[in-house]
């Protein structure tokens, strides 16, 4: 296993309400990324974040945002939720900024469904 | 047109089979691709890069056409545990110095007994 872990592992929400990820990395990373995925398309990037600061976002509408602590773990936080929210939620640790493909290891995510 | 397309498959072999899926990107800026294997309802995982031209790791073999923005994978003696999607990945800076990982829809693949 990678050492990423993620909470909670399912959660169902109802439209307009705001939700919050938990996302604990691999030790010795400083680096975390959130992806969203849709059944049946492959990951989408949401951001990353580097030693606590938003380092880098995909198109993703404000409603996302994110926190990093000191210990380097992560928050991703939706609020308004849609239905087009339902989806596995995954955050990815690496070690630097280069967060190459290889270095990054991913969690076994949080499924969400928005009713 | 997205970033990375993939064979939308789904790709039914039988066992011992080789089996190829394809991969096009439209960033000419990506220097390395990926690809990662994902088992229904888990996390994705690592399972090679292509730096160069190609690279090959037992019955996986990766290939990448830089003229013509292809990636390929051939798997050859499928087996049952091979089962799952196939991802196609190329890297790209974000906004900001992020290097995210520009995914595409998956190729499924089933090794039938």
């Known amino acids: 296993e990678t050492g990423v872990t993620q909470s909670p592992t399912h959660l169902i929400k109802t439209r307009g309400q705001q939700v919050t990820l938990r996302c604990s990395s691999q030790?010795?990373?400083?680096?975390v990324s959130w992806y969203q995925q849709a059944l049946g398309q492959g990951p989408q990037f949401i951001f990353q974040?580097?030693?606590?600061?938003?380092?880098g976002r995909g198109n993703f509408p404000p409603r996302f945002s994110g926190l990093q602590f000191p210990n380097y773990s992560s928050e991703l936080n939706v609020n308004a939720l849609e239905l087009d929210d339902s989806a596995l939620y995954l955050c990815?640790?690496?070690?630097?900024?280069?967060?190459?493909?290889?270095?990054?290891?991913f969690g076994p995510g949080t499924r969400l469904t928005v009713l | 047109r997205k970033e990375v397309e993939q064979d939308p498959g789904p790709f039914n072999v039988p066992e011992g089979a080789t089996v190829a899926f394809n991969c096009t990107y439209s960033?000419?800026?990506?220097?390395?691709f990926f690809w990662y294997r994902q088992d229904c309802r888990k996390e994705p995982k690592l399972l090679m890069s292509?730096?160069?031209s190609g690279n090959e790791d037992g019955r996986f073999t990766a290939q990448l056409n830089r003229a013509s923005q292809y990636i390929s994978l051939l798997i050859r003696d499928s087996k049952l545990s091979d089962s799952a999607t196939y991802l196609c990945?190329?890297?790209?800076?974000?906004?900001?110095?992020?290097?995210?990982?520009?995914f595409g829809s998956g190729t499924q693949l089933t090794v039938l007994p």
């Open positions: 990945v190329a890297p790209r800076l974000s906004s900001g110095s992020a290097r995210q990982l520009t």
């Open positions: 960033n000419s800026a990506s220097q390395s």
């Open positions: 974040y580097y030693r606590e600061e938003e380092n």
């Open positions: 030790s010795g990373h400083n680096t």
């Open positions: 990815a640790s690496s070690h630097s900024l280069s967060g190459g493909a290889g270095t990054q290891y």
């Open positions: 292509v730096y160069s």
